[in-house]
């Protein structure tokens, strides 16, 4: 089995915010939310409140939009997002886990034959978490208890955070824009 990352990974972008952006466009109220997001991410980078209050702060735009319809319109307009080293390496079992909601994603890997998913448990109309945030250990975590038998054989992601994962795989590889490069493990060791 494989197993990728999501966001600047297999697609090119952070599907959260370009979500957040292409929402905001097409609805006013998501505009109200804006400065909220934008406050709270600043005591997020200065270590005032957690990832995951900050997230679900920035998922709050949620309760004002039709998310089944903004899904639709927003992966109809950004699936060639999906990069074609990827298009051209897919396998059947391939398996996604990425910090992103699980309902963002999904709706993506379904349009491009992805079966295996799993992201943060978001609720995709209050923007409330219903889990833990998919990231980093909680990863690993969550592999184990949904594959506990299975093996990785090739791992990739685009950040060292994603270290429990590639430490638990057989290969690793950092992707860099549209470039795979070996997994450095004496950096990855760092953030365990």
């Known amino acids: 089995m494989n197993v990728y ?3 600047k990974t297999i697609y090119d972008g952070d599907s959260t915010f370009h979500f957040l952006m292409f929402c905001a466009k097409r609805n006013p109220k ?3 939310k804006l400065p ?4 709270r991410g600043i ?7 957690k990832k995951q209050a900050f997230k679900e702060d920035m998922f709050s735009f949620l309760s004002v939009i039709d998310t089944d319809r903004e899904l639709e319109a927003f992966w109809s307009r950004n699936i060639s997002g999906i990069k074609q080293w990827y298009k051209e390496n897919q396998h059947e079992d391939d398996l996604v886990i990425t910090a992103s909601p699980e309902f963002l ?3 993506a890997t379904r349009m491009i034959g992805i079966k295996y998913i799993m992201g943060s448990p978001v609720d995709k109309h209050t923007g409330k978490y219903t889990g833990n945030n998919c ?4 990863k690993v975590v969550r592999f184990n208890e949904a594959y506990p038998d299975a093996k990785i054989e090739e791992f990739y992601s685009d950040s060292y955070s994603d270290s429990p994962l590639a ?3 057989e290969k690793a590889f950092l992707v860099k824009g549209n470039k795979l490069l070996p997994w450095d493990m004496e ?3 760092k953030h365990i």
Request: glycine share 6%; net charge neutral; aromatic share 14%.
């Open 43 to 49: 005591l997020f980078l200065c270590g005032a409140i």
């Open 135 to 138: 990231h980093g250990k909680e």
């Open 5 to 7: 990352d999501f966001d």
């Open 36 to 39: 909220r997001i934008a406050v």
């Open 30 to 32: 998501v505009l109200f």
């Open 187 to 189: 950096r990855s060791k």
């Open 105 to 107: 994603v999904e709706y």
């Open 167 to 169: 430490n638990i795989s």
